[in-house]
């Protein structure tokens, strides 16, 4: 089984539609990450958590929002979805404890608002 | 802020030459490093990463990394391409302390490699 697993792996949405991208973790670390990957533009951090209780906006936050539901969770939401979140997401998880630790990344949620 | 610049777009290489794929960095403190891989359809998956010590890294797959502070570069190496290295990589930094935004990683636009035959 996957250590960071994302559902659904693909979703095709219409344009004012509520949509969460879930993501779940078997790798028991402190911090999560959703990043949007658009062509040409590389990884775009979009929120990100340090703990249940510790939720931070990133780069590109305005018109999502997220939840920490527990350690090992965390979901992304798109309360009014639009055409230009079209993007392929990615969930992340770290072990900051010593901060040279790499991110484990799932493998995609590829969002598709029409 | 920290960033991250990949100034190639995209790389060809022949199979069996070396590859060089380009990164240089801005941190305000002590920068660690990452070299991430993305095959088509796939998630990212790490390859090698410069936290201190020795200048030279080596990760997975035969790829090394060498990290040039006076530069600000970290550029991924690899002496003999092969046709299944073809694959975007990404290069990314995260500044060494904790605290507010400052310990997020902060990845380039990406390089796309491509090695023919």
């Known amino acids: 089984d996957a250590d960071v697993t994302q559902t659904p792996r693909n979703r095709i949405t219409k344009t004012g539609k509520r949509i969460m991208l879930e993501c779940s973790q078997t790798k028991g670390h402190d911090r999560m990450y959703w990043y949007r990957q658009d062509p040409g533009l590389g990884l775009q951090l979009i929120y990100y958590?340090?703990?249940?209780?510790?939720?931070n906006k990133g780069e590109i936050s305005d018109g999502y929002s997220v939840s920490r539901q527990a350690q090992a969770k965390f979901s992304l939401s798109l309360e009014s979805a639009i055409p230009n979140q079209t993007a392929l997401y990615f969930c992340a998880t770290s072990d900051d404890r010593q901060g040279g630790t790499e991110a484990f990344f799932g493998q995609g949620t590829r969002l598709t608002v029409v | 802020a920290q960033s991250v610049a990949q100034p190639e777009d995209q790389v060809n290489v022949a199979e069996g030459n070396p590859l060089t794929v380009k990164c240089t960095y801005s941190v305000s403190g002590n920068p660690y490093l990452f070299w991430y891989v993305q095959y088509p359809n796939r998630g990212l998956q790490f390859l090698l990463k410069y936290i201190t010590g020795d200048n030279l890294v080596k990760g997975s797959y035969g790829f090394e990394a060498e990290f040039n502070k006076s530069q600000t570069s970290f550029h991924l190496k690899k002496p003999s391409a092969l046709v299944s290295d073809s694959a975007l990589y990404f290069c990314a930094v995260r500044e060494g302390y904790y605290g507010g935004s400052q310990g997020n990683l902060i990845f380039g636009k990406g390089t796309k490699l491509s090695v023919k035959p």
């Open positions: 958590s340090f703990d249940v209780k510790d939720i």
